[in-house]
């Protein structure tokens, strides 16, 4: 994607389906994107209730605001296929696959998506939060370079990973690192936008910060929140900082200069930059609105 068509994903807000007081609340939240969640958070007998407060809800949908994605529970559910319409007749921007193990769940998910007449620009998120998952990952990137595929993100499910293979959950997340890393590594290599997991504890917003902080220095796009009071740091860690605006700015002014014009490698402040710096810095400056 062209960095001019850059969409913000930092803060991207879990909401319950089947909460209108939740749903409610959305308007006046500043987050980047909701995701309107028809799975886990979703008890099986409020399951076809939450479907119809959705296509409320997206009824009347205010224009022009965050980006909306609805998780939908896997196709061979017992609640997959009716999840699949209910979705895609609330039109959102994106639907969320959870538990996807392998390529071909996101194949068959696809051709059911076609089936159902989806716009093409309906775009696929999918969960990494399986062991499978885990080792299929860059197979499951390569559909972001396939023009015809949906695949659009992925999304780090921490919890499902350490219920399924046994890990400690620690506060410095340090038995899951290498696998949020892997998950960023196979997202870069298949052109895709990678969201870091969700944090249960909303209440120590410090411990969050920094959470957002590794997150955001592990590469990760943006930060996947369960609470309103979480929206904040997100957004502020996962926005270019003001000394890294100013640093990018100074690459771009000094490689306008004309006697660097036809130069690969030049030297600021005593560092080696390089044109690669320069594209770096340019992305950089498109994600701070500073085209
Ligand atoms: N989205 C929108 N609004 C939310 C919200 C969310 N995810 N979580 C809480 N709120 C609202 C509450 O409705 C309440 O609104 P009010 O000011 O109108 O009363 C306000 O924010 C404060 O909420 P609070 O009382 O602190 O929390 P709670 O006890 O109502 O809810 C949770 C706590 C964890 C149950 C709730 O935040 C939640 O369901 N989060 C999402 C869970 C989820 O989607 N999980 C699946 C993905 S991991
Ligand atoms: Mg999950």
């Given at each position: 994607m062209p960095e001019t068509n850059y969409r913000p994903r930092r ?21 980047d ?151 960023v590594?196979?997202a870069r290599a298949?052109g895709l936008d ?22 955001a220095a592990?590469g990760f796009d943006g ?12 957004l502020k860690a996962f926005s270019p900082s003001a000394g890294a605006v100013a640093e990018a700015l100074a690459i771009r002014a000094a490689f306008a200069l004309p006697e660097n014009a036809a130069k690969g490698v030049i030297s600021i402040d005593g560092r080696m930059v390089e044109r690669l710096h320069l594209a770096q810095a340019e992305r950089l400056l498109a994600r701070a609105g500073r085209h």
């Amino acid at each position: 994607m062209p960095e001019t068509n850059y969409r913000p994903r930092r803060a991207v807000l879990f909401v319950p389906a089947a909460n209108e007081k939740a749903l409610a609340k959305l308007p006046s939240l500043a987050c980047d994107a909701v995701i309107f969640d028809l799975e886990d958070s979703v008890a099986p007998d409020a399951k076809a209730a939450a479907r119809e407060r959705l296509r409320a809800w997206f009824q009347a949908r205010p224009k022009g605001g965050p980006e909306c994605i609805i998780r939908v529970n896997p196709l061979a559910s017992e609640w997959g296929t009716e999840d699949l319409l209910a979705a895609r007749a609330c039109a959102p921007d994106a639907i969320l696959l959870p538990k996807v193990d392998t390529p071909r769940d996101i194949h068959d998910f696809d051709d059911a998506l076609d089936e159902a007449d989806a716009p093409e620009n309906l775009k696929l998120w999918i969960m990494v939060e399986t062991p499978k998952a885990m080792l299929n990952i860059g197979a499951l990137a390569e559909f972001g370079r396939n023009r015809a595929a949906r695949l659009d993100c992925f999304v780090a499910g921490p919890n499902d990973l350490i219920k399924d293979t046994g890990v400690l959950a620690t506060p410095d997340r340090r038995y899951i690192v290498p696998w949020l890393l892997q998950m960023v590594l196979a997202a870069r290599a298949g052109g895709l936008d990678v969201l870091d997991g969700v944090s249960n504890t909303f209440s120590d917003l410090d411990a969050f910060a920094l959470e957002c902080a590794e997150g955001a220095a592990m590469g990760f796009d943006g930060k996947t929140l369960i609470h309103p009071a979480q929206i904040g740091p997100a957004l502020k860690a996962f926005s270019p900082s003001a000394g890294a605006v100013a640093e990018a700015l100074a690459i771009r002014a000094a490689f306008a200069l004309p006697e660097n014009a036809a130069k690969g490698v030049i030297s600021i402040d005593g560092r080696m930059v390089e044109r690669l710096h320069l594209a770096q810095a340019e992305r950089l400056l498109a994600r701070a609105g500073r085209h």
